[in-house]
Nanobody
Framework: QVQLVESGGGLVQAGGSLRLSCAAS????????MGWFRQTPGKDREFVAA????????GYADSVKGRFTISRDNAKNTAYLQMNSLKPEDAAVYYC?????????????????WGQGTQVAVSS
């Protein structure tokens, strides 16, 4: 079992930045690929970014490429999502997730563990 807890969400103006954190506990954090997803009411959960077990490889949805950066610190059992140049359409509940399958997975069904989510709001 892996427990994930997100933090760092909030309200930011368009063009601003936020850094989300995902603290993991339980089984070996560095055995899991990590991903970030987001969801708005009435829509399916959407892939945002993923990082490999070592952090050496990353992947992004086209909608966030060049603005968001995913990373991880295995010594701290924490994954991060740095979000810059935020747009109103980035507003959502953001979830971190862990997959024992490795890297690179973009479907929510491929992830085994999920956090409770953190709300990001972007004002125009």
């Amino acid at each position: 079992q892996v427990q994930l807890v997100e933090s760092g969400g909030g309200l930011v103006q368009a063009g601003g930045s936020l850094r989300l954190s995902c603290a993991a506990s339980g089984r070996a954090f560095n055995a899991y690929g990590m991903g970030w997803f987001r969801q708005t009411p009435g829509k399916d959960r959407e892939f945002v970014a993923a990082v490999s077990q070592t952090g050496a490889s990353t992947g992004y949805a086209d909608s966030v490429k060049g603005r968001f950066t995913i990373s991880r610190d295995n010594a701290k059992n924490t994954a991060y999502l740095q979000m810059n140049s935020l747009k109103p359409e980035d507003a959502a509940v953001y979830y971190c997730a862990a997959t024992g399958r490795g890297f690179y997975y973009t479907a929510s069904a491929d992830y085994d563990y999920w956090g409770q989510g953190t709300q990001v709001a972007v004002s125009s």
